[in-house]
């Protein structure tokens, strides 16, 4: 099976549209949209490809660029292997100079499109904050419990997974999910009898044991499914089943599971390396671990107790 090895670039306007473009009749998957960029001719590197191809494209010079997200897609006949771009700096305005047709769209209206299926896990990775609170799992009337959810309301938030290891009223969630709509979060459930078809949610987060044992994806592709993991090959399982993010934990050693050995950030980067989708770091991660966290490619961080 041949390797390609190729670059897309991000594209935004004052609007914070992304541009994308649509495969010519000659072109493999013709009639797919998909971010400008093309194939690595020999000697190249990726930042001279991109810089290359938008120019021969769409006829403008980048100015300024960082690497967004590598990825890997297998077709029937072809192993992609992708680098995305952010364009941050860019002269003159975007033209389909090879004769490709163009169209700046909304977040929303790129799935109008027939889009690449690398682009899905691309659409993720620019949705999905870098910041993913889990609730604790116990005493979820208690006073303490509700003024630590109510406090995350007005944090920045936007992103929380509702763990509990009992049975919690459908009523109690409901609320829950009406307040995090009022400060337009997403609360995901992970409780020990869901069945994924509440309607009370944005989606769910299931455990490693759950991922394991199921066989496809649970739910629809409008509703977001996160995943636990703990070392490669869960997190390899977990977007095999098509989840749309993984969590892989413990990165660093915790107060809370002092016997448990840590992955290490080595370890943890190894997932991010090899994962299309986005990843999040969880244990013993503080917001100081943020900005370390997104430079070497990952989501963001997950915690209890971290923010």
């Known amino acids: 099976m041949k390797i390609i090895k190729a670059v897309v670039g991000v594209l935004r306007n004052e609007s914070g549209q992304l541009l994308i473009a649509k495969r010519q009749d000659h072109q493999f998957m013709a009639g797919f949209w998909e971010l400008p960029g093309g194939k690595i001719e020999d000697g190249e590197t990726t930042e001279e490809t991109i810089i290359r191809e938008l120019n021969e494209e769409l006829g403008i010079k980048v100015n300024a660029l960082n690497l967004h997200q590598t990825m890997q897609h297998t077709y029937a006949d072809r192993t992609v292997e992708l680098c995305i771009y952010n364009i941050d700096q860019y002269q003159n305005t975007p033209l389909g100079i090879e004769g490709q047709q163009i169209a700046w769209a909304s977040v929303q209206e790129l799935h109008n499109y027939q889009l690449l299926p690398t682009m899905k896990a691309f659409i993720d990775s620019i949705t999905l904050p870098n910041k993913y609170w889990i609730t604790p799992s116990s005493n979820h009337q208690d006073e303490a419990w509700m003024k630590k959810f109510d406090e995350k309301m007005t944090q920045d938030i936007s992103l929380i997974q509702l763990r509990s290891k009992t049975t919690l009223d459908n009523q109690f969630i409901t609320e829950l999910h009406n307040k995090c709509q009022q400060h337009s979060i997403k609360l995901l459930i992970n409780t020990i009898d869901k069945s994924f078809k509440e309607s009370y949610c944005d989606g769910w987060h299931i455990t490693t044991n759950e991922m394991l ?78 900005d370390r966290t997104l430079k070497i490619g990952a989501q963001g961080i997950a915690g209890v107790s971290a923010f």
């Open 213 to 290: 044992n199921l066989k496809s994806r649970p739910c629809t592709d409008d509703k977001i499914l996160g995943a636990s993991t703990h070392n490669l090959n869960e997190a390899l399982k977990a977007q095999e089943l098509g989840a749309d993010f993984v969590v892989i934990s413990p990165v660093q050693a915790t107060k809370t599971h002092p016997d448990t050995v840590p992955l290490g950030w080595n370890a943890a980067i190894e997932v991010v390396s090899k994962l299309n989708i986005p990843v999040y770091f969880l244990g013993g991660m503080g917001l100081n671990d943020l």
